[in-house]
C-alpha cells in the first residue's frame, strides 16, 4: 500500500469526449508525475507536477492537460479523446529533488470507444 | 533520446533455476528504479538504486547498478511461483535526479512448477 490513490478505477468514454483523472499524493510528497501505460507497453511520461507548476512534459499533445492543487493532488485532464488513448493511467508521487523516491497509485483504467 | 531496453522480453523457468533480467540504457545516468507489475495491477516498488557498484537485495531478487556500462541487472535466486510478473526497470536520467522516469519494455516472467 503505497498511500497514493486514483479515481476513478475504470471508465469508459467516448471518442471525443473529455475525462478528468484525479491522484491524490501520499503523505509528504510535493511532486506527482503522470504516465500512460497502453496494453503490453511500459509506461510513458506524460507530465510532471511540482508545487502546483508543470515541471516537464513528455512527447503528448496539448489535449493532454494536468492540475496540481495546494494539498499536491493532482488532476490529468484529455480533450477530445482517441481511442489510441485507451490506456492504463497511472501517476507517481514523491518528494522530489531526487530524493530517489516514486510509489504510484492503482491506476485509473481508461477505455475510449 | 533516452532508450531503455531490458532483456529478454519474454522468460520461462522452472521453479528453483537462477536468472538474470538486463536492463541498458543509453545515457548516463546514477538512479535507476525496479518495479514489478502483474497483471491489471500498477507498479510495485522494489529497489531504488542511487549510485554506481549499488547493490540491493530482498528475498530471493538481487538488483545491480554500474553506471559506466549503463547496465543494472535483476537477479532472481531460486525462483518460486509467486515471483511470476512482469518486471521494469526506470532510469532518471537527470543527475541527482528528478524522477521523470524513461521505463524498459518489461520482462514478463513465468515460474513454471
Known amino acids: 500500500e503505497t498511500g497514493v490513490t486514483q479515481s476513478p478505477t475504470h471508465l469508459i468514454k467516448t471518442r471525443g469526449q473529455q475525462v478528468t483523472l484525479r491522484c491524490s499524493s501520499q503523505?509528504?510528497?510535493?511532486?506527482v508525475s503522470w504516465y500512460q501505460q497502453a496494453l503490453g507497453q511500459g509506461p510513458q511520461f506524460i507530465f510532471q507536477y511540482y508545487r502546483e507548476e508543470e515541471n516537464g512534459r513528455g512527447n503528448f499533445p496539448p489535449r493532454f492537460s494536468g492540475l496540481q492543487f495546494p494539498n499536491y493532488s493532482s488532476e490529468l485532464n484529455v480533450n477530445a479523446l482517441e481511442l489510441d488513448d485507451s490506456a492504463l493511467y497511472l501517476c507517481a508521487s514523491s518528494r522530489g529533488g531526487g530524493a530517489g523516491s516514486a510509489f504510484f497509485g492503482q491506476g485509473t483504467r481508461l477505455t475510449v470507444v | 533520446e533516452l532508450k531503455v531496453e531490458q532483456n529478454p522480453l519474454f522468460l520461462s523457468m522452472q521453479e528453483g533455476k537462477n536468472y538474470t533480467i538486463y536492463c541498458n540504457y543509453s545515457?548516463?545516468?546514477?538512479?535507476l528504479y525496479w518495479y514489478r507489475q502483474d497483471p491489471g495491477k500498477s507498479l510495485e516498488s522494489l529497489f531504488v538504486l542511487l549510485s554506481n557498484g549499488a547493490v540491493k537485495q530482498e528475498g530471493r531478487l538481487m538488483a545491480s547498478l554500474d553506471t559506466k556500462a549503463r547496465l543494472s541487472t535483476l537477479h532472481i535466486t531460486a525462483a518460486v511461483h509467486d515471483l511470476s510478473a512482469t518486471y521494469f526497470c526506470?532510469?532518471?536520467?537527470?543527475?541527482?535526479?528528478?524522477?521523470?522516469?524513461?521505463f524498459g519494455t518489461g520482462t514478463r516472467l513465468t515460474i513454471i512448477p
Open positions: 545515457t548516463t545516468s546514477d538512479r
Open positions: 503523505s509528504g510528497h510535493n511532486t
Open positions: 526506470a532510469v532518471d536520467p537527470l543527475k541527482g535526479g528528478n524522477e521523470k522516469l524513461t
